[in-house]
């Protein structure tokens, strides 16, 4: 039976996934009075040691599954290569997943993200697809080089993809690939990426933060400076992309949105994400009511709060042992330290970050 909404507190939500966005997600809830169940593949998962309660189990694993069924309410994830799978044996078992499994699928796939977007109104950079060296060669001699090829499915922070800067190489980058379903992409002439943080509640309202202009190295997120120096028009924009996807997707919760900005003005979406954020964790000492707490509004059928910037952020990511400089981050009288609590600080791994907070808007 589905739950009652708005979701009352004392109430469970389940969430897929125990790592640090889960463990946001987590305490977020507990501040608005929601126990929290975790389902994750290792133990001793972050998110897992501040929920009431953790499973662990694959995310395709029955028995697991039902132990989580069992005891949530409502659930939602952290990242969207769950299976989806899962998320319809979720629902078989009478348990409401959101965001929906429409949204999952669009976001699981890179052909299906963009085929989506342009069909939404929303532009992106041209695009082909390939499953075949031979037809990556001829996607790359069309779409011309160089180009980037990406695998259709996984791969994030910069895994799964290689530059292809002659057509003749496009066969070779698809071995290097695994010879996996690809997507070649033209590449894009911005002057930088920004991203915007957008939610939308059960009836419809949306609701946007300000927008993030982000540095990336090695295809990873280094660090995001926000509300971002733009224009009006920009951020009009902006909010009108969002606005289209979450509509067309008929989404509840919270979702990013990658953004490239041209010369012109004009912004193309690289990427969207069904879930909290990265470049959004700016919102959680920038902002009135942060990302994850707004994300739990939503997908609970309450109100969604104000997204008004309070100061400007500079949040920066903590990779590998950089973590070890917790101390120092700490002794920052204007700096905000958010660690999520992983036993091992493995090169480029995402251990925290912080915000730095560089004054009044």
């Not at 599954?65 to 949530?72: F, H, N, R, W």
């Not at 979406?269 to 919102?283: D, K, L, S």
């Amino acid at each position: 039976m589905a739950a009652p909404l708005p979701l009352p507190p004392g109430s469970t939500l389940g969430i897929l996934g125990g790592g640090q966005l889960g463990r946001m997600l987590a305490q977020a809830a507990a501040r608005l009075g929601f126990d929290v169940a975790i389902l994750e593949r290792e133990t001793d998962a972050p998110a897992g040691r501040v929920a009431a309660h953790a499973i662990v189990g694959a995310y395709d694993d029955p028995a697991a599954l039902k132990a989580l069924a069992d005891l949530a309410d409502i659930i939602t994830f952290e990242f969207e290569n769950v299976p989806a799978a899962s998320v319809e044996a979720l629902m078989a078992l009478g348990v409401e997943v959101a965001p929906g499994p429409q949204a999952l699928a669009v976001a699981q796939d890179r052909v299906d993200e963009k085929s989506f977007l342009n069909a939404n109104g929303v532009a992106t950079v041209a695009f082909a697809a390939a499953d075949s060296a031979e037809s990556c060669v001829e996607a790359a001699g069309r779409i011309g080089a160089p180009c980037l090829m990406k695998t259709r499915r996984e791969g994030y922070d910069g895994k799964g993809q290689v530059w292809v800067e002659h057509a003749a190489g496009a066969a070779r980058a698809f071995e290097a690939l695994g010879g996996r379903p690809v997507i070649l992409e033209a590449p894009a002439d911005f002057v930088r990426e920004l991203s915007i943080i957008a939610a939308r509640a059960r009836d419809g309202a949306i609701a946007v933060y300000p927008l993030a202009e982000n540095h990336h190295e090695k295809g990873v997120l280094r660090r995001s400076v926000a509300p971002a120096r733009t224009s009006a028009a920009t951020i009009a924009q902006a909010e009108r992309i969002a606005a289209k996807i979450l509509t067309g997707l008929a989404y509840v919760g919270v979702i990013g949105i990658e953004l490239f900005e041209l010369k012109d003005g004009s912004l193309l979406v690289n990427e969207i994400a069904p879930r909290v954020h990265n470049t959004g964790h700016w919102t959680q000492d920038g902002c009135e009511v942060d990302q994850f707490e707004q994300h739990i509004r939503a997908v609970a059928g309450w109100p969604l709060g104000p997204t008004a910037a309070r100061a400007q952020v500079e949040m920066l990511n903590l990779l590998g042992d950089e973590v070890d400089g917790w101390a120092k981050y700490a002794a920052e009288p204007e700096t905000r330290v958010h660690l999520y609590g992983k036993r091992e600080a493995k090169p480029g791994r995402k251990m925290g970050h912080v915000n730095r907070l560089r004054g009044p808007i």
